[in-house]
Structures are given as structure tokens and as C-alpha cells.
């Protein structure tokens, strides 16, 4: 009963390198979204998809690539970190009006 | 566009003590709101949500919310705390997007509990 699994847990990048965030869920949900939650600012939303191959943006998406070629897999990607983009990011499945679930999120640090 | 205000950044309250936690929303239809919960290096655990109906909804760990259309409302409460409900609490409106639910999360409540 995996729900939604993020790997890595955590990462430590210099400014510049780029990595990809991994996102799974075994529930069959259309919808996936990409979260990153700062101190003082709740979270906020990334990018989301409501379905294999469609992508749109969200409040902050500058910095921050997505594709979805499955209904199972999320990735987000950053092509050249910065240190702003130090963080913790969630990863979340849902469908319909019901509540999303959330991964257990990726702690991120960019120096 | 959705909105979510929740006006108290921290608030401490004595074990035994009731709780309430403010959360305003600004939402142009009936909204979906939804109130979770995060321990520290945890993720995020739904504790309840409102879609429509009885206004009063009951969740998890013995919290309810009572939603107020005209106070644009959804306060969170428990009538008597834990220690273990010390925990940042995080209310969020949804707008149906496509297949699902795009949230918006207010900037949260650091609750402690004072033995």
C-alpha cells in the first residue's frame, strides 16, 4: 500500500547541476501535482497534470521542468539549480474532488 | 483566484485545553477545503474535508471544522488537546482542475502544547 513514493528523501546539489525529483503512485490517479513548501510560506504549487502527456503550470513554476509520459511517474526536473531553489518538495496523487495524496517529500539543498 | 488566509502563526495552548485554529478562504464557487496535518520532517496528513452538506464535519484524532459560507470560513477545532497534536496545521481550498483537485494552502499554524 505504497500510496505515493518520492525518492530521493534527501540531495545535496552545488548551484548549476541539475538533477530530477522521482514521483510514483500506484493508485491510478489522473491528477498529480509537484509542491515545494519554504518556511513562512505554506506550500506552494509547482506544476501539475491531469493526465499521461498533460502538463500546465502553477504558482511558481520558473526553474522547474515536468513531463508525464504515465499515469505512474511525475518527474520534476531542475536543469541548473539555484540556491533559491532550497527547499522541501512534495509530490501528490488524487482524483475527482477527493483529497490528494502526499508523498513524504524530498529535502533539497542547493549550495 | 483561490486564496487561504490563516491569521495565527503560532499558538501554544496547555494539554486539556480546547483548540481553535482560524482559516479564511476567498473562493469564487462553493469551495472544497481541506485541513492537514504535518509533524516535524513529515509529510502532509489529511485530518478532514469539506465538500458540501452538513457544515460541521468530523475527521481524524478527534477534530472537527465547521465551514461558514458567510464568514468565508473553515476554523478547525478539538476540545480537548494532546500532546501529540503538536504539529504545524495547514488549511487549503481545491478547485476542480481536469481529473482532480489544484490546492491552495494557507501558510500554516505552528501548534504547541504545553505539558
Not at chain 1, 519554504?38 to 504549487?45: N, S, W
Not at chain 1, 501539475?48 to 511558481?60: K, L, R
Not at chain 1, 474532488?97 to 529535502?107: I, L, V
Not at chain 2, 473553515?74 to 487549503?92: G, I
Request: charged content about 15%; proline content about 4%; some cysteine.
Amino acid at each position: 500500500n505504497a500510496g505515493v513514493t518520492q525518492t530521493p528523501k534527501f540531495q545535496v546539489l552545488k548551484t548549476g547541476q541539475s538533477m530530477t525529483l522521482q514521483c510514483a503512485q500506484d493508485m491510478n490517479h489522473e491528477y498529480m501535482s509537484w509542491y515545494r513548501q519554504d518556511p513562512g510560506m505554506g506550500l506552494r504549487l509547482i506544476h501539475y497534470s491531469v493526465g499521461a502527456g498533460i502538463t500546465d503550470q502553477g504558482e511558481v513554476p520558473n526553474g522547474y521542468n515536468v513531463s508525464r509520459s504515465t499515469t505512474e511517474d511525475f518527474p520534476l526536473r531542475l536543469l541548473s539549480a539555484a540556491p533559491s531553489q532550497t527547499s522541501v518538495y512534495f509530490c501528490a496523487a488524487g482524483t475527482g474532488n477527493q483529497p490528494q495524496h502526499f508523498g513524504d517529500g524530498t529535502r533539497l539543498s542547493i549550495l | 483566484a483561490q486564496s487561504v488566509t490563516q491569521p495565527d502563526i503560532h499558538i501554544t495552548v496547555s494539554e486539556g485545553a480546547s483548540l481553535e485554529l482560524r482559516c479564511n478562504y476567498s473562493y469564487g464557487a462553493t469551495p472544497y477545503l481541506f485541513w492537514y496535518v504535518q509533524s516535524p520532517g513529515q509529510g502532509l496528513q489529511l485530518l478532514l474535508k469539506y465538500f458540501s452538506g452538513d457544515t460541521l464535519v468530523q475527521g481524524i484524532k478527534g477534530f472537527e471544522a465547521e465551514f461558514k459560507r458567510s464568514q468565508s470560513s473553515f476554523n478547525l477545532r478539538k476540545p480537548s488537546v494532546h500532546w501529540s497534536d503538536a504539529a504545524e496545521y495547514f488549511c487549503a481550498v481545491g478547485a476542480l482542475t481536469g481529473g482532480g483537485n489544484k490546492l491552495t494552502f494557507g501558510t500554516g499554524t505552528q501548534l504547541k502544547v504545553e505539558l
